[in-house]
Nanobody
Framework: VQVVESGGGLVQAGGSLRLSCAAS????????IGWYRQATGKQREWVAT???????VYADSVKGRFTISRDNAKNTVYLQMNSLKPEDTAIYYC?????????WGQGTQVTVSS
């Protein structure tokens, strides 16, 4: 199983970024997939999840600003991040959960300047 995140970068406060998570080596359509983030010196925290049926759930801190979606034809999950704040600065990780277990990507850095 391989999980690869991309799309991070440097953006000003109020700006937008779209992260991508491409997964391979499993049956993507049955996977539950979450985005997590870890800021320097802090614990990794959950951001959002999209289930195999398309149900989405968000952390309160990003609700109304972030949107998670999936494209099973491309084996990819997206995280659209709008109205970014400096406190959104972190490494963002994708976590793919299938019957065989959970798999993490290497992360992608998001930096929001004030």
């Amino acid at each position: 199983v391989q999980v690869v995140e991309s799309g991070g970068g440097l953006v000003q406060a109020g700006g937008s970024l779209r992260l991508s998570c491409a997964a391979s080596g499993m049956t993507f359509s049955i996977a539950n997939i979450g985005w997590y983030r870890q800021a320097t010196g802090k614990q990794r925290e959950w951001v959002a999840t999209v289930s195999s049926t398309g149900t989405t759930v968000y952390a309160d801190s990003v609700k109304g600003r972030f949107t998670i979606s999936r494209d099973n034809a491309k084996n990819t999950v997206y995280l659209q991040m709008n109205s970014l704040k400096p406190e959104d600065t972190a490494i963002y990780y994708c976590h793919v959960v299938v019957y065989s277990g959970g798999y993490w990507g290497q992360g992608t850095q998001v930096t929001v300047s004030s």
